[in-house]
Nanobody, 121 residues
Framework: QVQLVESGGGSVQAGGSLRLSCAGSTYWRNCMAWFRQVPGKEREGVARIYTATGTTRTAAAVKGRFTISRDNAKNTVYLQMNSLKPEDTAMYYC????????????????WGQGTQVTVSS
């Protein structure tokens, strides 16, 4: 069983930065990802990383502003968010799965509880 715990969310003004962390239990799957969701909308993929090689994918909406990274020794994945915009406001979730080839939430079997990010204009 993989347990994921996110931290680092908060409130920031537009243009600011935040770094989210996701700490996993002793074993985690091949792919770690960050998703976000706002009420009334579907959960959307933000960034994902293949933990074995560090290969990453970033969604078009955040490309150039968000960076995903991992520390395998600490079983921790990070999401560095720069140049934040009000439209980045959402609950951010960490997820873990065995395949790193899609943005579909159904490909990820383990989820954290989420951390809120609020960006004010």
């Amino acid at each position: 069983q993989v347990q994921l715990v996110e931290s680092g969310g908060g409130s920031v003004q537009a243009g600011g930065s935040l770094r989210l962390s996701c700490a996993g239990s002793t074993y985690w799957r091949n792919c770690m990802a960050w998703f976000r969701q706002v009420p009334g909308k579907e959960r959307e993929g933000v960034a994902r990383i293949y933990t074995a090689t560090g290969t990453t994918r970033t969604a078009a909406a955040v490309k150039g502003r968000f960076t995903i990274s991992r520390d395998n020794a600490k079983n921790t994945v990070y999401l560095q968010m720069n140049s934040l915009k009000p439209e980045d406001t959402a609950m951010y979730y960490c997820a873990s799965g065995g395949w790193c080839g899609s943005w579909s939430p159904t490909d990820f079997g383990y989820w954290g509880q989420g951390t809120q990010v609020t960006v004010s204009s």
